[in-house]
């Protein structure tokens, strides 16, 4: 059986090895819950990813496998949501260096003065125009589908699951939030408006390490292979006593 996760650069195991900062999948939380539930692990988690990238990737991944005529009962799905203020986009020239999740290329909120070194301008200015409509309710709501999606084509299929958070808590307050948030599966994704149990803030209550490298970095935001081991025991816990996988 398959341990199948997805996420960003805190489920990648970015900045954990000095020749791929991008990531380590040997180092990374996923590995070792992996073992713990004794599975095979596939990582496909990526640095700079965003949700959209997440939720392709985990669909095409899945398409494969099933094409393959394997189980689908054969698999359990592990996926950390990222930030909200994140998307990508594409090309159709394969040649393109830049695109470099094959094809793809993320756009992350904040990071103006890198796009405007390397993006050319109309691309640079759909980046500007895509940061200036990212309201509360467009970011929050196509969270939430993005959620749905996946939980509808897991649930389809007969694949059991777990969802996290790395920073973002869903907002259940107005009415068509919580039209949105009746429809998860609370015992699959535990926690999911309480911020105390996202990732970064169980990194600072149980007062996770950075990594040498990442302190060395730009960054100095992604934690240690103590710290990825310390969650897969956390993980491992919430999925044994809620029984999502037996």
Known sequence: MILLSNGCSHTSGAELDETNTDYCYEKAWPKYLAEFLGLKNINLSRSGASNDRIVRTTY???SKYLSAGKNPKDLFVVIMWTGIHRTE??????DDSLYFHD???????????EYKLILDKPTYLFYKSWVLRNTTRYTHTKFY?????IQSFLKSLGIKYL???TTITLIDT???M???????DKKC????????YNFMNIASRREYKISDISLKGNFKSHYDENAQIDFAKYLHKIITSRELFK
């Open 174 to 176: 107005s009415p068509e």
């Open 189 to 196: 994704f535990p926690y999911a408006t309480d911020k105390n």
């Open 103 to 113: 094809g793809w290329f993320p756009l992350i909120i904040g990071n103006d003065e």
């Open 178 to 184: 919580k039209t949105f948030f009746n429809l998860i």
């Open 145 to 149: 589908m993005n959620i749905l999606g």
């Open 60 to 62: 095409s991944w899945i």
């Open 163 to 165: 969802f996290w958070s």
């Open 89 to 94: 986009i594409a090309t159709d020239d394969n």
